[in-house]
């Protein structure tokens, strides 16, 4: 394997930990604490909004024809937006780290919008489409196949569920039979994880075949 299938793997290491994580809840509910129900829920809902943003930004950063002023204002101007709806949903859940989370992106993307003299080549952009609608996909696929057909609940039974943290007036597939959320999670970031180690393995190919005839 070469240096862009070893990156390529290393890539594929948070998703892995993560989807491992959300396994340990579902056999375990209590494993990182009384609020591990409630945050990987969190977690959950975060992603989708990242994953909605990183389009617009991934757009925005390469745009060839725009200029670097109007594409750190059009960042700026879409981050409040996205600000604002990651702001409520941390608030209603009285946790502060999704705009941290959040924040990141922005700095990262904003950086990156600096640290460029020219926006992207083609190979570049189309790289981050792909990426970008693969976690889509995943997202989509992972959200239906965990919430049409039963699941399981492993460790969280319905005697635990109290404890989650989740409220008792909690309505929603997802408050009311939080294991498919948790489901959801481990399906989601194991075929994130799983695309990037194909990725490493394509990147690890020759180019050029020698044919021996």
């Not at 990182?32 to 990987?40: Q, S």
């Not at 200029?67 to 946790?95: H, K, N, P, Q, T």
Request: net charge neutral.
């Amino acid at each position: 394997m070469n240096g862009a299938g070893w990156r390529a793997t290393l890539a594929a290491l948070p998703d892995g930990l993560t989807a491992a994580a959300f396994a340990a809840i579902w056999i375990s509910p209590f494993v990182f604490g009384e609020d591990g129900v409630r945050t990987a829920m969190l977690v959950m809902l975060v992603e989708f909004f990242l994953i909605h943003a990183t389009g617009f930004f991934t757009a925005f950063v390469m745009a060839p024809g725009l200029a670097r002023s109007r594409r750190v204002a059009a960042i700026l101007g879409l981050s409040a937006f996205y600000l604002l709806m990651i702001g409520a949903l941390a608030s209603s859940f009285g946790e502060w780290w999704p705009l941290l989370a959040f924040g990141w992106l922005v700095l990262a993307k904003l950086a990156w919008v600096f640290a460029r003299r020219q926006p992207g080549d083609g190979d570049e952009l189309d790289r981050g489409a792909v990426a970008w609608a693969g976690s889509g996909v995943a997202y989509v696929l992972g959200a239906f196949a965990t919430a049409v057909p039963p699941i399981p609940r492993q460790g969280m039974t319905e005697a635990l569920q109290p404890g989650f943290g989740l409220g008792d007036d909690a309505s929603g597939l997802w408050m009311e039979e939080p294991h498919r959320v948790i489901a959801f999670g481990v399906l989601y970031f194991g075929l994130l994880c799983l695309g990037k180690l194909l990725a490493a393995l394509t990147a690890g190919r020759p180019t050029s075949n020698v044919e021996h005839g």
